[in-house]
């Protein structure tokens, strides 16, 4: 097969499994589940240094060298505060690529979508590689490519429900009309609803609970691998069309009472 | 001189720029982000800004998330 890359804003990865470092039970499980779950890019958020306990830091169990970090913006309840975090996180070193989230709902984490678009046209401005997390709403999907964001990462079901591709309609329009990379994002629980995006044409998608809170966070991170590359190469071959009669496999000549 | 640093206000003394508070805390500063009044301040920054009675300092680190 020839290679088959996902590129977002210039960039060649042959993985199209993202993976958040959120909710694992210790920064060795994580080291574990990011190298099983064969990312290249993987997501962390920014926070206060907790003063009394300056040592502690995510950075010294992710390799650098191996995977893009994502920061994202979470936390940011308008445009203004997500457009800071970018910017923090851009100073302390990363790369200028953020997944731009902004959830003022602190029930259903869901984005906004007024405050998203301002915040992106700003970043985009400001030089950043924008991967904004929205609702599937194709619209908004095609106002964010159209002010250049690398991506647009529409959600399957709410942040860590793990309900897998609940918005499945509206994500195939999304695909439909998609000029850059499709990830779906949030609420994929299990590896059969990261398959179901990929064979949907669904560019990547992005798992965190899922795999951190798995009971062997290594193992689910390599089952979510498979099925995403499963899902993909489902995608590519073409998944032929439903019917709702019987379309026999075996031929339909030769029986016996002939 | 008071520092409201991380939302706590703080008494510190001799220090003059961003450098100094930073390793008054005993912070790593390749593994921090430091914003002084709402003014993100790049790493090479970190000597000339300076740091003075009633500034709002926020420091800010990478953790787990999605």
Redesign the interface.
């Known amino acids: 097969m020839m290679q088959d890359m996902l590129v977002i804003g210039g960039r060649s990865f042959n993985s199209r499994l993202m993976v ?5 039970s210790s920064p060795s499980t ?1 080291k574990d589940a990011l190298a099983a779950s064969g990312a290249e890019i993987v ?7 907790e ?1 009394e306990n ?1 040592d ?4 010294s169990h992710i390799d650098l060298g191996r995977y893009l ?1 994502l ?2 913006t ?1 936390g940011a309840r308008d445009a203004e505060e997500a457009v ?1 975090l970018a ?7 990363c790369e200028p690529w953020v997944k731009l989230e902004v959830t003022p709902d602190p029930y259903y984490l869901l984005p906004d979508p007024v405050e998203t678009l301002k915040a992106a046209e700003i970043l985009v401005k400001d030089g950043f590689t924008v991967l904004p997390y929205i609702n599937a709403d194709p619209v908004l999907a095609k106002r964010l490519q159209e002010i250049g964001t690398a991506t647009v990462m529409p959600l399957g079901a709410p ?2 429900t793990n309900r897998g591709v609940r918005t499945r309609e509206q994500i195939e329009i999304i695909i439909e009309q998609a000029t850059v990379p499709v990830v779906v994002d ?1 609420g994929l629980g299990a590896p059969s609803h990261a398959a179901e995006a990929m064979e949907m044409g669904a560019d990547a998608v ?1 798992v ?2 899922a795999i951190a809170v798995s009971n062997n966070p290594s193992l689910m991170a390599m089952a979510f691998k498979k099925a995403v590359e499963a899902g993909r190469e489902a995608y590519l071959a073409g998944i032929p069309e439903k019917s709702l009669r019987a379309q026999a496999s075996s031929p339909l000549t030769g029986f016996l009472r002939e | 001189m008071k520092v409201t640093i991380n939302g706590k206000e703080q008494e510190v003394s001799g220090i003059k720029s961003v450098r100094d508070l930073l390793d008054h805390l005993g912070l790593d500063c390749s593994k921090v982000a430091v914003e002084v009044n709402s003014c993100v301040i790049k790493k090479d920054e970190y000597d000339q800004t300076a740091i003075s009675h009633g500034d709002v300092v926020e420091i800010v680190r990478f953790v787990g998330g999605g």
Request: charged fraction near 20%; charge should be positive.
């Open positions: 958040g470092t959120g909710k694992f994580m997501t962390v958020a920014l926070r206060r240094v003063l300056p502690d830091d995510i950075l970090l920061p994202n979470s800071r910017r923090l996180a851009r100073a302390a070193g942040i860590g949030a992005l965190n609970t």
